[in-house]
């Protein structure tokens, strides 16, 4: 299949990693903020499909790859066929599941490929366990994990946070502890980092920064960076209720 193989060897560990990285937001893309052009494609009346991200950080549903055996990895095969038969979000965490062994799959075939010792291999997997997974990311999971973390420090800010719609660093809450006078301002940066930085975009799946603009789907409860779903911080204040792609993919007429 054209594009389907790897376009490029990498042949470091923080190569391989990068093409991971590559390889997932694209799939993150078709899964969350593409879903509704994803669905389109899965139809079940086609033959056994495959969705494929790529280094480009694009996706691609198509057949699996002809050669035997394949150039790389294949990903999940007939995705498409179990696309009626189940709920959509259950669908969608079907289809991140075996994305997420697939990605796995694809770099350590490479690891494999190019000799990459004990401990490249395990200074992949950690550097890989780091980003939260396809299917924490699509079902709200790493949020909720997050949430549980830090659920004690965020009690008392629940009603002011609840009214917050959108998040930037003029508005993000921060909170403070008692500290010595001259770490006043490298201890509040620091407080607001351990406050938000495990707070995952739930398109792309990174970490919050205080200087990107975030908006949270009223529905799901997800944050979202601004740039992920297309909204800017003008048009957010005209949104009454803000539904995120993948909530809003969930009203459509069912056939």
């Given amino acids: 299949m054209e594009g389907g193989g790897a376009q490029n060897n990498p042949r470091t560990v923080e190569e391989v990693f990068r093409d991971f990285k590559g390889r997932r937001a694209g799939m993150i893309k078709a899964l969350t903020t593409d879903v509704e052009e994803f669905y389109q494609q899965c139809d079940p009346e086609k033959e056994n499909l495959c969705l494929y991200g790529f280094p480009s950080e694009q996706w691609e549903v198509n057949l699996p790859a002809e050669e035997v055996p394949p150039e ?3 990903p999940a095969l007939g995705i498409n ?7 959509d979000k259950d669908w969608l965490s079907l289809v991140a599941v075996h994305s997420d062994a697939w990605l796995l799959a694809v770099a350590f075939y490479f690891g494999a490929r190019f000799g990459f010792d004990k401990a490249d291999r395990k ?3 950690n550097m890989i366990n780091e980003l939260p997974s396809l299917f924490e990311v699509v079902t709200g999971a790493a949020k909720k994990q997050v949430k549980e973390k830090s659920s004690v420090s965020n009690h008392s800010s629940n009603k002011s946070k609840s009214h917050s719609k ?3 660093s003029e508005s993000h809450t921060k909170y403070s502890k008692p500290m010595q006078p001259k770490d006043e301002d490298e201890g509040m940066d620091e407080e607001e980092e351990d406050e938000h930085g495990d707070t995952l975009c739930g398109a792309c799946g990174e970490n919050y920064a205080s200087d990107e603009f ?12 601004g740039k992920c779903v297309k909204i800017t911080p003008a048009r957010a204040e005209h949104i009454k209720q803000y539904k995120c ?11």
Avoid: T, Y
């Avoid at 066929?81 to 709920?87: E, I, L, N, P, S």
């Avoid at 975030?214 to 960076?225: L, P, Q, V, Y």
């Avoid at 993948?246 to 056939?255: G, L, T, V, W």
């Fill in 166 to 168: 959108v998040r930037g």
């Fill in 72 to 74: 790389l990895p294949e």
């Fill in 81 to 87: 066929f179990a696309r009626d038969g189940m709920q």
């Fill in 123 to 125: 200074r992949l997997f």
């Fill in 214 to 225: 975030w908006i949270c789907c009223d529905i799901c409860e997800k944050w979202f960076h």
């Fill in 245 to 255: 792609p993948s909530c809003s993919s969930n009203k459509r007429a069912r056939p």
